[in-house]
């Protein structure tokens, strides 16, 4: 059995509900159980998580960081070198960034926002059009002889087959 209110059992937990929301809340956790028990379960598992929170020793987390600055002290002395050790790497470079700009630059090209502004749009709706012009006049033929048709049973009663 689930109860309506229980999705709001993590932000009452967590004192995320306003202050009427809140009251609203506690009043329904005296009347509804399985709220009860999912606000004593996110007690409980917030307890048990923060027994199992523990901070690594502080030579490991100093050695870690020393680690990783090493690493990126190395790798931006090594790109620099790369790049401007030889003009041709630093022409290659900067020729590539050139043509990067270039990629994202606009050229006046202005996308369709509407799908009704494409040109393609334009070209289906000349075929619709034409399409429910043809079709209105086979029906405007159609529905003429059927008129006729319905005066001679009217007239006469007898029609002519279609």
């Known amino acids: 059995m689930r109860c309506e209110l229980s999705f709001k059992a993590a932000p009452y937990f967590y004192g995320e509900l306003g202050n009427e929301a809140r009251i609203e809340y506690e009043k329904h956790l005296e009347k509804c159980e399985i709220c009860r028990q999912t606000v004593s379960a ?69 996308p369709h926002i509407y799908s009704w502004d494409s040109p393609i749009d334009a070209d289906i709706e000349s075929l619709e059009y034409a399409m429910y012009e043809e079709q209105e006049s086979f029906l405007g033929d159609y529905m003429e002889e059927f008129s006729e048709i319905a005066e001679e049973v009217k007239t006469n009663g007898k029609g002519r087959l279609l």
């Open 42 to 110: 996110l007690k409980f598992s917030n307890e048990r998580l923060r027994f199992l929170a523990l901070e690594p020793p502080r030579c490991i987390v100093e050695s870690v960081m020393n680690h990783a600055r090493r690493i990126c002290d190395q790798t931006s002395q090594n790109w620099l070198k790369y790049v401007f050790s030889d003009w041709r790497k630093a022409l290659l470079a900067l020729s590539f960034s050139v043509l990067v700009f270039f990629a994202f630059l606009d050229f006046g090209y202005k």
